[in-house]
């Protein structure tokens, strides 16, 4: 078992130790790998019970511990978009709904991990830069372990659900003047200091966690043709890469996904840069867009989503405010699902891609809903809505009446 730590960029292996995060020679990210001692047959995930969270895999993750920090993340819905398929063609669509999970986003999966391994290297507190989720489920997850909670956050930049959820678990809130970017090099400082474990993905034990996504998609319908992400600092969709790797080195799968990143427009340094044919993304330092949780101009993560992309033989895509908003609208108006901005951003670059002949209508395809609609109550606003007012009960059950019947002279929609 004895996890080993290697470097994305030049292979090199060290042993862990709690603070290392960068190669030694090369500065770049390092990734966790082992073998697992023991294969259980993957049926046998199945039946242990939803409330171990991700620890349902602990024979598939590189820590082993009698008192993990769990609340049953994980184990999220798999829906299917029968009414979407049919619009963009392809055999059967899928969304993997994050917004599920105990803090509302896929974080949680990460961070059940990375709290459990801050606790067992006798941390005081943790610190996190964020756009908002990684805040909400690190405070979450930090007060269940006792640990006081540092949070970076780029000041008038959080999503309204996400602030709430962080104040409500008891964090400290450091608001910085400036982006995420910022932020975070200021979470690294931060971490340099003995007291304080980082929960930023440039931690890899973290991605660990978020790796089941992958898991838990094989065991509901096996390894699909297509999977689309959000990308931000692009951990998740390298993390989900990973765990389709793993499956498959360890004898479970005998097929890999194709990977697709979808950044937003005004915060697509790595995307900009894939469809340019460049071999490095373009750092942005003004990220913006109504996706608040993938406003990121310099992604910490970007070779091993690179990687993930080009040997999957997926693409990188970028889509627009509207296209997000609009692809959050058909998410929650043609199918139940609340998405935040960031979170519909894979359905915007799915029907992008499809609009463009992506897809040849044969495929399994999975987008993944990384956060929920509540996070950002505030992106209901761009939405229509139609608004009737009343002065009596009689007159509103007349007006109900007439727009039921379709003679309102009222009825339209209102933004
Ligand atoms: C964190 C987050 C992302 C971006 O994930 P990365 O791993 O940073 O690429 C996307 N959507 C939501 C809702 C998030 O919270
Ligand atoms: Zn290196």
């Not at 071999?279 to 990121?296: G, M, Q």
Request: hydrophobic content about 40%.
């Amino acid at each position: 078992m004895r996890p080993r730590l290697r470097c994305v960029n030049c292979g090199a292996e060290y042993d862990p130790s709690p603070k290392l995060f960068t190669c030694p020679k090369c500065g770049h990210l390092l990734e966790v790998v082992f073998t697992p001692d023991e294969l259980p047959p993957f049926t046998e995930f199945r039946r242990r019970s939803r409330m171990m969270g991700i620890w349902r895999f602990k024979e598939l993750l590189p820590l082993k511990t009698e008192r993990p920090v769990t609340m049953g993340e994980g184990s999220t819905p798999l829906i299917r978009l029968e009414k979407l398929e049919k619009i963009i063609g392809v055999r059967r669509l899928y969304v993997k709904f994050e917004g599920a999970n105990p803090t509302g986003s896929f974080k949680d999966r990460g961070m059940s991990l990375a709290i459990t391994l801050a606790r067992e290297v006798g941390s005081k507190a943790v610190v996190a830069a964020s756009t908002g989720n990684t805040a909400a489920s690190a405070a979450a997850y930090a007060a269940r372990a006792g640990l006081k909670t540092f949070l970076l956050l780029p000041r008038g930049k959080v999503a309204l659900g996400k602030l709430a959820q962080s104040i409500m678990h008891g964090a400290i809130i450091v608001e910085i003047e400036g982006n995420f970017d910022l932020a975070l090099d200021t979470a690294k400082e931060l971490a340099k200091r003995d007291e304080f474990y980082p929960l930023n993905s440039f931690n890899p034990w973290r991605l660990e966690g978020q790796k089941t996504l992958g898991f838990e998609l094989f065991e509901d319908i096996g390894v699909p043709d297509h999977i689309f992400v959000p990308v931000g600092n692009a951990g998740n969709i390298s993390a989900i890469w990973k765990g389709f790797k793993e499956l498959k080195r360890w004898g479970y799968s005998d097929s890999l996904p194709k990977m697709n990143g979808i950044q937003a427009e005004g915060a697509s340094p790595i995307a900009s840069a894939f469809k340019a044919g460049l071999r490095a993304p373009l750092f942005t330092d003004s990220p913006e867009t109504v996706a608040t949780a993938i406003r990121i101009g310099k992604p910490v993560n970007w070779l091993k989503a690179w990687k993930a992309v080009t040997e999957s033989g997926g693409t990188f895509e970028s889509v627009t405010d509207s296209e997000i908003l609009r692809a959050q609208r058909l998410l929650a108006r043609e199918e139940g699902i609340a998405a935040e901005p960031a979170g519909a951003a894979s359905v915007a670059g799915l029907i992008k891609l499809a609009s463009q002949g992506y897809f040849n209508g044969d495929e399994t395809v999975v987008a993944v809903v990384t956060g929920h609609g509540l996070k950002d109550p505030d992106s209901a606003r761009f939405h229509p809505t139609m608004r009737l007012r009343a002065i009596s009960m009689d007159d509103a059950i007349e007006k109900v009446m007439e727009v039921l019947e379709g003679r309102s002279v009222e009825e339209k929609a209102v933004g």
